[in-house]
């Protein structure tokens, strides 16, 4: 009795549960996996003698040969700020950095009349008195909306959020008086560039590989997908690594209980690190002994039609291999069925 009843719960179909699972954005993830709490995490300081120490003191910039930090000055409104510019040599592109952050900010200099000047608002005479209305200066957004101009550019108040984007290749802007980083993104570290599939080589079709970059290889989906309803949501797994994976799907078309799903078994996923894309195969799957529940691809035309038929594709950065789950079958990774 006991192998029949195994059998027929091998065969008989359950409703999956449903879940109503947001992923957060990999610019706000959630603290839950990490071992630090909310109440112990350090804010920016308004003294850029406390951030430079502080900073110092987490990347051990003494013995470091690769963490640099650049210190200068900023004249805004006659009055002169201590700033320093903090990044990894190597993930950064230096012509850029110096071109749209650190020239604009040490040579562009305003004197008090033109920067009160550019703060009128409105100008009215009555009675032979001129009135005019002037906007609160705000150093903050005057900073990146005027001495920065660079195309992504955002603010954070926590250290771990500064650390966790310097480690991903982006400069930390701290300036003296400000409780905030300006958070530059001007990667530049190399990567191969894109080449023709090794493994999965074709006569007709695109000759086009993924690569290692995570940015090159939504950009390769997008222009074959070439719809607005094509979402790439982005998560980090691994406590100490924060190893960026993204989920791909077509809105509308991919399974909504399938899409929740995928995104509840990453983000539950309790790991110090995480390299490779087999790593989180193993880690998602319900079992590696049945049939194969994942396709693993290195082709972006190969994903692409996986995606358009109402599949969720998997990457994890510095891995050149997709992986695509489930199709449209309310079951999680039934890749044989829809």
């Known amino acids: 009795m006991k192998i029949l009843d195994k059998l027929i719960n091998l065969i008989t179909y359950e409703e999956p549960n449903e879940f109503n699972f947001v992923l957060p954005d990999a610019k706000t993830i959630s603290l839950e996996n ?37 210190e200068f000055f900023i004249n805004i409104r006659g009055k002169q700020y201590s700033a320093f510019l903090f990044y990894i040599e190597g993930m950064i592109d230096s012509n850029s950095i110096n071109k749209f952050v650190i020239e604009p900010l040490m040579l562009k200099s305003y004197s ?103 940015r090159t290889n939504t950009s390769l989906l997008r222009r074959i997908v070439n719809s607005e309803n094509f979402v790439i949501e982005e998560t980090n797994v691994g406590k100490i690594s924060n190893t960026q994976v993204a989920i791909c799907y077509l809105k509308n078309v991919a399974n909504e209980g399938l899409v929740n799903e995928v995104k509840r078994r990453i983000e539950n996923i309790e790991v110090d690190y995480l390299i490779s894309s087999g790593q989180l195969e193993q880690l998602i799957e319900d079992s590696s002994f049945s049939v194969p529940q994942l ?26 291999l997709w992986f695509s789950c489930s199709s449209r079958s309310s079951r999680f990774l039934n890749i044989c069925r829809r």
């Open 34 to 70: 990490s071992s630090v709490k909310k109440s112990d995490e350090d804010k920016v300081y308004p003294s850029i003698d406390v951030n430079k120490e502080y900073l110092k003191s987490k990347y051990n910039f003494s013995i470091n040969s690769d963490i640099k930090l650049r």
């Open 112 to 214: 008090n009349e033109s920067d009160s000047n550019s703060d009128i608002v409105s100008t009215a005479i009555t009675n032979n008195v001129t009135v005019r209305r002037v906007k609160k200066f705000d150093l903050k957004t005057y900073i990146s909306e005027c001495l920065v101009p660079q195309n992504d550019v955002s603010t954070e108040n926590k250290f771990k959020n500064v650390i966790q984007k310097v480690n991903a290749g982006v400069s930390a802007l701290f300036i003296d008086t400000v409780d905030i980083a300006f958070m530059i993104d001007a990667k530049g570290f190399d990567k191969r560039s894109v080449s023709p599939p090794e493994n999965e080589s074709i006569i007709r079709g695109s000759q086009e590989g993924f690569i290692e970059a995570i």
């Open 295 to 320: 396709l693993s691809s290195e082709r972006p035309d190969r994903i692409s039609s996986h995606i358009l038929e109402g599949r969720v594709a998997i990457l994890v950065n510095r891995n050149s």
